[in-house]
């Protein structure tokens, strides 16, 4: 008689933990890691890449090893969306870079925004977005330019290091951390603490992917503690202190998931040190086979929050963290920090928006000569791809609103503007199906012009592809990248569309709608028409969501 195929139980397989003893790699990426530190390469920039050129770069840095330093090759242009997925990577790859400065809490001195603005109009052709993650992006980079750049911004004490690849990423803050007059706690030295003592550490420069943090004692939890890696949302603690609640395994992407609270009272003494023992837990027990598997936010589903609280306290930590409140959520907060609002110190700050994003190195400098005018030396970004001047005379805001506003920056913004975000794209980025800036720049534009009057909220985020650099599952209208059919049969750019995605107190996932779609042609026909049913249909108080 045959063996039976169906009695046995198939062995698991490994998901490469090392902390399960799975140390050899079970993959290309891990065995590019196991090879060479990424940390490693910046010395080889320095000394070989930058004097011998692009062509002398070892593939195994040019798209692995590099962006440890926040360097990625862009895409190289004409090459249409349709042949992102058939093209092997080197096709796609420009001989420039896009290079992305990190900007922990988003904390900017006049100096700093000047020096990121001298680099992207001597070395960036003046290109510089504002990213969704508080950090700068430049475009055009040659790799002769790197170590100038990196002096440059190591001179006024930023850097690359870590803004890419599968590290801890730049970490996120409230913007009016420090400032804001209904702050739960200034999470800055929080945030400065964890960047001087583990960021650079080769203790945490392999991971399975990428490590996403935020520490904000935001009232309205602007960097949307819900979707990070981990994050640690200000909460007054039971003895009436302030310190932070802990979340552990938010992401978006092709699988999203809220981050799941451990139920912990974190005091900020802490916080570097849980920090550390969270993203030890992710390298040593993340998953490494798959890299689609290989986030935090996989463990924590399978684990439960209990039980990663366990290891985290038991194997990392040796001492038990107290239990805490969560944080207060309103349902029906902005969570942005646009317009002249007062400061706790009875200054005030402006917060004004671009076009999902997009400035230049131009733009930048106008900023830091505004704010320098006005007796201002901190900007802030902010994690919708907004920015901030803080520290305004009550007598200089209006001077400072004109100001930026002539520059096209608005203080006073549409609700479309205030809330439309964008991702990359197809201009520069390689995974891109669709263009995404100048579409969103231009809904903006159209939106504006056709209902100028619209009263409520609305956000629409923009993505070139299914992956959610633009957060699009968690805005009321999401739109993700993709070719469609048009009405003549022709494949063309378009959108999957995604409805009613929120965070805050009813965190949920905007519904894909089953043959939801949109040429990119029609988009702007199609939002007005979502818009204006509601408009008709609303009764009355009733917010946007769908
Ligand atoms: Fe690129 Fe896709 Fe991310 Fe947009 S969402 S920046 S297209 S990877």
């Given at each position: 008689?045959p ?8 062995p698991r397989r ?26 490693n390469?910046?010395?080889?920039i ?6 011998a ?10 798209r692995?090893?590099?962006?440890w330093?926040g360097?990625y ?7 249409d ?14 001989r420039?870079?896009?290079l992305?400065?990190r ?20 070395y ?5 977005d504002?990213t969704?993650?508080?950090n ?14 990196w002096?440059?911004l ?29 702050e ?10 964890i960047?001087d ?11 399975p ?8 004692g935001?009232?309205?939890?602007c ?8 994050a640690f ?11 932070y ?5 938010g ?7 809220f ?15 849980v920090?550390a ?6 390298r ?9 598997r290989a ?12 039980r990663?609280?366990?290891?985290l ?52 400098a ?12 901190r900007?802030?970004t ?11 005379e009550?007598s ?9 506003e002539a ?8 609700v ?5 975000m964008?991702c ?9 199906i ?70 805050g ?11 939801l779609?949109?040429?990119a ?26």
């Open positions: 008689m063996p039976s195929t169906t009695s046995r139980p198939r490994g998901e490469g933990q090392w902390a399960l003893g799975y140390r050899e790699p079970l993959n290309k990426n891990e065995e590019n890691k196991k090879n060479d530190d990424g940390l390469v910046r010395q080889r320095i000394d070989v890449y930058s004097k050129g692009f062509d002398s770069i070892d593939p195994a840095d040019l692995g090893r590099f962006r330093f360097l090759t862009q895409r190289a242009p004409g090459i969306g349709g042949k992102t997925a058939v093209l092997e990577p080197e096709e796609l790859d420009d420039y870079f896009m992305r400065i900007i922990d809490g988003g904390q900017l001195t006049v100096a700093q925004l000047r020096t990121i603005a001298e680099i992207s109009t001597a960036g052709r003046d290109t510089a504002i969704d993650r508080q700068v992006q430049l475009h055009w980079v040659r790799i002769e330019d790197v170590p100038a750049i002096e440059k190591e001179a006024v004490g930023l850097s690359t290091t870590e803004a890419c690849g599968d590290t801890p990423r730049v970490i996120l803050g409230c913007p009016l951390a420090g400032i804001a007059e209904d739960v706690i200034d999470a800055s030295p929080q945030i400065r603490q960047y003592e583990h960021i650079g550490s080769p203790l945490f420069s392999n991971l992917r990428k490590f996403k943090t935020s520490v904000s935001c009232s309205v939890h960097v949307n503690h819900e979707i990070n890696d981990v949302a200000g909460v007054t603690g039971p003895d009436g202190t302030p310190g609640d802990l979340y552990v395994g992401g978006l992407s092709t699988n999203p998931m981050a799941r609270r451990l139920g912990t009272f974190i005091a900020p003494e802490r916080v570097s040190e920090w023992g969270v993203c030890a837990i992710f040593d027990y993340g998953y490494r086979r798959l890299r689609h986030r935090i936010k996989f463990l924590i589903k399978d684990w439960g929050p209990e990663f609280r366990e290891v306290e038991q194997e990392y930590l040796g001492y038990r963290l107290p239990d805490g409140p969560e944080p207060v959520l309103d349902p029906g907060v902005r969570r942005d920090h646009i317009g002249v609002h007062r400061q706790r110190d009875g200054r005030y700050y402006v917060g004004f928006a671009p076009r999902v994003g997009r400035v230049s190195g131009t733009k930048l106008r900023i830091a000569d505004i704010a320098e005018a006005h007796g201002s030396d900007i802030r902010t994690a919708d791809q907004k920015l901030v001047v803080l520290d305004v009550e200089r805001t209006e001077a400072v609103t004109a100001a930026l520059e096209d920056l608005q203080v006073r913004p549409s479309f503007r205030r809330q439309t964008a990359t794209g197809i201009e520069f980025c390689k995974l891109a669709v263009e995404t800036k100048a579409r969103g720049a231009s809904l903006i534009d159209e939106l504006e012009k056709r209902l100028p009057d619209f009263p409520e909220p609305v956000s629409i985020n923009i993505n070139g592809c299914p992956n959610s650099c633009a957060r699009i599952q968690v805005a009321d209208i999401g739109l993700k990248g993709q070719l469609v059919t048009d009405a003549d049969g022709r494949q063309v750019e378009g959108y999957q569309v995604h409805l009613g995605g929120a965070m107190l009813n965190a949920s996932f905007g519904r894909k709608v089953r043959g779609k949109t040429t042609e029609e988009l702007p026909d199609y939002v007005e028409r979502v818009l204006r049913r509601f408009l008709e249909q609303r009764e009355e108080g009733e917010p946007f969501a769908l």
